[in-house]
């Protein structure tokens, strides 16, 4: 640009470096004012400045700042702060009649107001127009490694994965950008159980449809890959067999209810006399209610287990329980509501004693268990309610259309033998077997892979390489870089062998076999590293990926970008990490983050509602094809029109995903998050392609005058001055987003400044300036504000556009 002026010294907080000149003015004028030196805490002083509200900025009554008691205390004068705000705005004022940074003074109650001159804030015009503001930190810091995206191969990269990718990718590029040198990697999950059961079902559909899965074109294979994970899924899903899921549960005739007869039974005690077989009756102690005599309930017989205990007879005050009457909530179903009759009538015998304790113990009965002497305080308790009792469980009752019989299993009473449209299916023999039989294959499966057998390992190398062929695919459209793929199979060897060597060393220790970590001390509870059987866990083969990032790689820091469920699984690793010796596993950082939902709630693969990649990729390219790009088909290549459409798709994407606090869930609206007006990375694209008009017009000569000479004094009004001040916080933003690891703070910093130019854009017409320095000085502005909107997208992974 003709006649612009030199950029002075790059400084990368100009705000910063203005509340530290205004303390130093302010203790200049101390010893006047206050009758005091306070040279000695001018840190404390710059501390306490800060940018005025936005309600003082907009009436021009101040840029930064200044609470009066910041510096009352030390006053040896006056110790009114009102005052001493009106006689420190003065002095300040009259002290800075020609200087470079305040421009005005004002007092506003107990505050000292500072104006900032157009000079001073317009440096950082220049700062940026010779790329020396937004230029990245040298990399001279801690050697950082970024673990993101980690998905399972032979399942397919959904939009929840999407979350994980951006919010990676991100992060990779703050860090460098202020200074960190940076390993990206990425964890394939390429072994384990999942990869059995997608096998297992890929080998019985092949058997059973005579399929060649070399057919299946090479765009579909990783997708198809995941249905079959899915349809394994399903086989080995006992609900999708029968509406009982309940193995080893049968149903019992309630035969007799009585009182437990011991004085000091719980109220809720009932001796229970079933028929659980034809020929066999059983003695159940109940605490459940919610049954009657005649009724078919869920009976767990003797010789089974319960949470992980055996059932076993025993003397309950007296009277011998064998085997347990099961609630709903203890199969996992929810409890039916309370019929009409039982609410508003009274309960059955059985559950006379049980209502009782409903009651409020404080009272003797009454409608709401209140008596005279507890109403208002009064009585023996002091007026306090205590809370009511939780009411034992309901009793899961066995439904009559499922026509019950004594001793019959559930699973096969509620076997499924049609499907959702009323049409007939082959029902199996006995579901339980038949689930049995099912898991034992997968379990030969993954045996198999586990042992070498040559047929299982050429296929699972085989599919493997389709997924992370596609994983790849999908990495260079969302533009997500990696340095490194770690994987599983890689470490799941050493990783046993490296949680024996600490066992030795004392730093782990054995418990029933197993290998494990008592963490009870550090109130992280009990993690297992080797089951008693050899087999390793997660945390077994996190502890071996940590050793590497810290021996081979040399990492300072490692930050693992995984979801929230997995926070204490960190924790515990870390801790392990710190007890190993490591330094660095103080600084180990999970960065937990919400899940993506639909409007409608989770996503669901049963119910067919989650979005595959590409099925997300199909309904963006449709969408902005139809809003933003078919009107320029005939005017731009189809290069163009496709590239801009992978760029709107991708900055849409990441936008949404990152435009939210990391702890919390994101909702996927797509018309939402693709939407021109609003908080959307289309928004700010197309704020920056207005910059780049205006320079283009500038360019092009199609402009009154020819620009002349910038002069930064000339951006005075008000939104000049609000784009001012922010651009000059850039840095500030951008260090915060680091320390956090979020970056919604960048999406609404960029969101804010793409605001506050279309504003300006709408009042100011660039090309119809009359006057050459200007033109100069807006064409320089704009150059700015486009230059920052552009860095603040490239940081959350979005590439701009010039046009649109």
């Not at 002290?95 to 004002?106: P, Q, Y």
């Not at 001073?120 to 503001?133: A, E, P, Q, T, Y």
């Not at 347990?324 to 015998?349: I, Q, R």
Request: aromatic share 8%; glycine share 8%; net charge positive.
């Amino acid at each position: 640009m003709q006649g612009e002026e030199k950029s002075p010294e790059v400084s990368l907080k100009p705000l910063e470096d203005a509340k530290k000149l205004i303390a130093q003015e302010v203790a200049k004028v101390a010893p006047e004012v206050l009758g005091a030196e306070i040279d000695a805490h001018l840190a404390a002083v710059a501390a306490k400045v800060s940018v005025a509200t936005e309600n003082v900025r907009r009436a021009g009554e101040g840029d930064l700042t200044l609470p009066a008691f910041a510096v009352s205390r030390f006053s040896k004068k006056e110790k009114n702060p009102a005052k001493i705000a009106a006689a420190l705005a003065e002095a300040l004022k009259k002290a800075s009649e020609n200087s470079e940074l305040i421009a005005d003074v004002k007092a506003v109650k107990m505050f000292i107001n500072i104006v900032l001159t157009p000079a001073f804030l317009g440096k950082v015009i220049l700062s940026i127009n010779d790329g020396k503001f937004l230029a990245p930190i040298p990399k001279t810091k801690d050697r950082v490694m970024i673990e993101y995206s980690q998905p399972n191969t032979h399942k397919a990269f959904h939009v929840g994965h999407m979350r994980n990718a951006a919010l990676g990718d991100c992060l990779v590029r703050l860090y460098e950008f202020v200074g960190h040198p940076v390993v990206a990697a990425n964890y394939f999950g390429d072994e384990g159980a999942h990869i059995a059961k997608c096998l297992w079902k890929l080998k019985r559909f092949v058997a059973e449809q005579k399929f060649d899965i070399d057919t299946i074109p090479e765009k579909d294979r990783a997708e198809w890959l995941g249905g079959m994970y899915q349809a394994a899924v399903s086989d080995l899903d006992m609900g999708l067999l029968t509406k009982l899921p309940f193995p080893n549960v049968v149903a019992a005739k309630v035969l007799s209810v009585n009182k437990h007869p011991a004085a000091d039974a719980p109220p809720n005690w009932h001796v229970v006399e079933l028929q659980v077989t034809e020929s066999e009756k059983k003695t159940v102690v109940c605490g459940g209610r919610g049954y009657k005599e005649g009724d078919f309930v869920a009976y767990l017989p003797l010789g089974n287990r319960l949470k992980n205990k055996e059932v076993i007879a025993k003397d309950m005050k007296g009277v011998e329980s064998c085997g347990v009457m099961l609630a709903y909530t203890e199969l996992g179903v929810p409890e039916p509501a309370d019929p009409p009759a039982e609410k508003k009538g009274a309960p059955p015998a059985e559950t006379k004693e049980v209502a009782k304790m409903d009651v409020d113990k404080g009272g003797k009965g009454g409608k709401k268990g209140k008596s005279k002497k507890n109403k208002k305080g009064g009585g023996g308790g002091g007026g306090k309610k205590k809370k009511k009792q939780k009411l034992p469980g309901k009793i899961f009752i066995v439904e009559p259309k499922y026509k019950p019989t004594a001793g019959a299993a559930l699973t096969e009473l509620g076997k499924i033998t049609e499907d959702k449209d009323g049409k007939k299916t082959p029902a199996v023999d006995n579901v339980v077997a038949e689930i049995n039989k099912r898991n034992k294959e997968v379990g030969d499966m993954l045996l198999a892979m586990e042992t070498g057998d040559k047929d299982a390992v050429a296929l699972w190398e085989k599919t493997k390489k389709w997924s992370l062929d596609e994983f790849k695919k999908i990495y260079a459209w969302l533009d997500c870089r990696f340095d490194h793929d770690f994987f599983e199979s890689e470490v799941s060897e050493s990783s046993r062998q490296m949680v024996i060597d600490e066992h030795k060393k004392g730093t782990l220790i054995k418990d029933g076999g197993a290998i494990c970590a008592d963490l009870n001390k550090y109130k992280l509870g009990f993690m297992i590293l080797l089951k008693s059987n050899g087999a390793g866990l997660y945390a077994t083969k996190d502890l071996k990926l940590a050793q590497i990032k810290f021996e081979q790689f040399k990492v300072d820091k490692s930050i693992y970008v995984v979801d929230a469920s997995q926070s204490l699984h960190f924790q515990q690793v870390f801790k392990i990490l710190e007890l190993m010796g490591y330094e660095q596993a103080k600084k180990c950082v999970h960065l937990p983050y919400g899940m993506v939902v639909l409007p409608s709630g989770k996503m669901s693969s049963r119910k067919g509602t989650v979005i595959f990649f590409s099925q997300l990729q199909t309904m963006l390219n449709e969408h902005l094809h139809k809003e933003y790009l078919a009107k320029y088909e005939g005017k731009w290549t189809t290069e163009d029109i496709e590239y801009a459409k992978r760029q709107l798709a991708v900055g849409t994407i990441k936008y949404g995903m990152l435009n939210h606090d990391v702890a919390k869930d994101v909702v996927f609206e797509m018309s939402k998050w693709s939407a021109k007006t609003g908080t959307t990375g289309i928004y700010n694209m197309y704020a920056y392609t207005r910059t780049v008009g205006i320079k283009n017009t500038v360019a092009e000569g199609k402009t009154k005058v020819k620009p002349g000479k910038v002069n930064v004094s000339l951006l005075g009004s008000q939104s000049e001055r609000e784009m001012l001040m922010h651009i000059s916080n850039f840095w500030t933003q951008v260090y915060d987003c680091v320390s956090k690891n979020n970056p919604s703070g960048l999406c609404n910093y960029v969101w804010n400044l793409s605001k506050l130019f279309n504003v300006w854009y709408e009042n100011n017409h660039v090309a119809g300036s009359e006057d050459p320095d200007e033109l100069a000085t807006r064409l320089a502005f704009a150059s700015a504000i486009g230059a920052t909107i552009k860095k603040c997208l490239e940081l959350l992974g979005i590439t701009p556009l010039k046009k649109m």
